[in-house]
Structures are given as structure tokens and as C-alpha cells.
């Protein structure tokens, strides 16, 4: 792209970022995954040792994922037919804006806001683990018990794990969007796809047992192109001891920017032949 193009591309990304702030959707998950994640607080008095560590991680992380998808899926819809509701979008692309760099620029916009989103749980999650690993700590043996001492590197790859993860998700959402005519039908295939993309594996599984040649190909095709949702968790990260973590980290990033290059370029072309 040139100098011009990344300009606009820059001012749809900050406009996207300042409507998705706004949405009233933005807040209330944020708070609801907050109180997910310091409601773990509460089973302190149980004294699971260490064990509660890792139970706090995967509630954290678990609410993370959950309300990021939500969030991903409900704020994409919602800033793109906004546009096209009020018509918005019409006075874009009169402008020498081409469908590619809206595309890029939505994307970008919904990953700032998500970013935002996960660095707010990754700070809050932090705090957590590591106030309680302090009081926890000298009740273990050696410092050491059930599952080791919580990495704040590993935590940060953790969470990073499940924004890429967002990302992936608004790609798969702007192409929807470039194709549904209707909020409603948007936000229910999306949490279609989103239940999907989890249950990859059970996809794959179906697909070894297709025997038709031709049924064959085009099953083992759809499952290749689904993202696999599970391929993202990187929860046993965030606890000492696991050293291929920063190499599926690593691995995990190109599977994640692959994904999102092409399903971003595929949903450019449907904004082009679309009518508004």
C-alpha cells in the first residue's frame, strides 16, 4: 500500500476504535470477565495450594476467550452495518477509498479495541495470580507444588494466544458481514461459526469417516479451511516448567496471521460487488 493508503486505512482504524469504545457491548463484557476472573478470589478459603492457581488461570483465561468471541462477533457487526445503516458507508467509498483498505482498516480498528480488551484481563489476571502465588508460597515445599510457580511471560503468551485468536474471528466476521443483508442473520452465524471453529476436531473426525471420493475432497477442503479454535489455548503457559511454550507460541502466530490475511482478503471482494 502506499503512503496515502495507509493514511486511510489509519483514520478508519481510529474511527472503528473510537464507535467499538462506544458500544455499550465493550463495557458490559469487560466488567462481566472482570468479575469472572477476580470471582476466583473468592475460593481462597478452600485452600487448594497451588491447584488454585492454576484454577484462577484457566477462569481468567477461560473468561477471556469467551467474552473476547463475544465481543468480537457483536462489535464487528456492529460497526459495519452501522455504516450501512446510516449510510455512511456510501460516502466512504465515493472517496478514493478502495474496499481492501475499509477491510484492513475494520480490522485494525476491532484489534486495537480487543487489545485493549485483553490487556485490561491480562493486567487484572496478573495481579490476581501473582498476589495469591505471595500468600501461597510458603505453604509449598521448595517453593514448588501441583503445576509450579506462575510465568508472567507465559501468562502474557497466554493472552496473547486468545487475542490472536479474536483477530482471527473479526476476519471471519467482516467477510460475513460483507455478504449478510441483516444484523440478526450476521450474529447468529457468527456464533455458529464460533461453536464450530471449537468443535474442530470432532469436524475432522467426521470428515475421516466420509469414504466418497468426491464428498471426501470437499469435507477434508472445509475442515482445512476452518480455523481451529482449540490449536489457541495456551493456558499451560503460563506455569514454569513448559519449554516449547515460546515455540508454539511462535508457530501459533503464523497459523493466527495466515488466517487472518486470508479471510480479510476474501471478505474485500464481496464489499466490491455489493450494492449498498
Known sequence: MSTLAWQRVRLIAVYTLREALRQRAFGLLLVVALVFAVGARGLRDLNFGA??????????LGALSLFGSLLAIVGTVQT???????????????????????VVGKLAGMQLMLGLFSLLMLLALGLMLRTREIELLPALPGGMADGGLVSAGGLVLAVAAQWLKCGVLVAVMLLLCSIAQSRLYATVTGFLLLTA??????????CER?????????ATTVVWILPDFQRFDLSAAVFVGNASALGDGLVLAAYGAALITGYAALAAFPFRAREY
Not at 51 to 60: M, P
Not at 197 to 206: N, T
Open 51 to 60: 491447584s488454585e492457581l492454576k484454577f484462577t488461570a484457566d477462569l481468567g
Open 80 to 102: 459495519v452495518f452501522a455504516e450501512v445503516e446510516h449510510r455512511t458507508l456510501q460516502l466512504i467509498f465515493a472517496r478514493p477509498v478502495s474496499r481492501r483498505e475499509f
Open 210 to 218: 466420509i469414504t466418497g471420493g468426491l464428498m471426501r475432497v470437499i
Open 197 to 206: 471453529f471449537h468443535a474442530h476436531a470432532i469436524l475432522a473426525g467426521v
